[in-house]
Structure formats: structure tokens, C-alpha cells
Nanobody
Framework: QLQLVESGGGLVQPGGSLRLSCAAS????????IAWFRQAPGKEREGVSC???????NYSDSVKGRFTISRDNAKNTMYLQMITLKPEDTAIYYC???????????????????WGKGTLVTVSS
């Protein structure tokens, strides 16, 4: 079964850090463009970060300098390291993967092939 499963969400205080993980099964991530999206309460889903299969990365302005996307091909897992978290980062975070090159990075593409079910990140004191 082809799927992505996120983990690592939770409650964190402002200024804190979290690392989200997204494990792929049924396919190998190394040839896919990958991305993280988020959806805050009452808002549309937005792209946060993406990485092409050859390592090019892009970040939304709201997270640039605070979030880092990465992948570990040996573990078939992608990550989103988040530091200096703010209350406005509160959202459900989704990982996604796209097989077609040049489609999902650097531009964010909402129609990627595979999506996780999401993990909730809450930034609050």
C-alpha cells in the first residue's frame, strides 16, 4: 500500500522547536519531489517547504530561516525541522510527494500524487 505517515506533532511553547517526520511505504522517496503543507483553522492549505529530487529547496516567506526540509533516503523518510515557533505556526501539517519532476518545486503544487493524513502542531503558552 502506497502511503505517507506523519509523526512528531504536538504542543510546544512559543520559541520552541519540533521535528516532523514523514515515512513513506510502498514507494521510494528518492526520485520524488517532496513538500510540506499546512492548514490553520479557518484558512486554506498553504505550501510551507519543498525539495526537488535533486535537492533544490524552497520555503514560504513566513517560515524562511526557521524551518528546514530534509530527507533520509536510507530511511525513506522526509523531515521538517521547525525552530523559533510562533503561535501563527499552529496548524495541521501534511507531507506530500510528487513523481513528476519540475511540477512541485520550487512552486508549491496542491495536486501532488501522495499525501499524509496530517499531524497537528499547536504553538501556545
Amino acid at each position: 500500500q502506497l502511503q505517507l505517515v506523519e509523526s512528531g506533532g504536538g504542543l510546544v511553547q512559543p520559541g520552541g522547536s519540533l521535528r516532523l517526520s514523514c515515512a513513506a511505504s510502498g514507494f521510494t522517496l528518492d526520485t520524488y519531489d517532496i513538500a510540506w503543507f499546512r492548514q490553520a483553522p479557518g484558512k486554506e492549505r498553504e505550501g510551507v517547504s519543498c525539495m526537488s529530487s535533486d535537492g533544490y529547496t524552497n520555503y514560504s516567506d513566513s517560515v524562511k530561516g526557521r524551518f528546514t526540509i530534509s530527507r533520509d533516503n536510507a530511511k525513506n523518510t522526509m523531515y521538517l525541522q521547525m525552530i523559533t515557533l510562533k503561535p501563527e505556526d499552529t496548524a495541521i501539517y501534511y507531507c506530500a510527494a510528487e513523481a513528476m519532476p519540475f511540477l512541485a518545486c520550487p512552486q508549491f503544487y496542491d495536486g501532488m500524487d501522495y499525501w499524509g493524513k496530517g499531524t497537528l502542531v499547536t504553538v501556545s503558552s
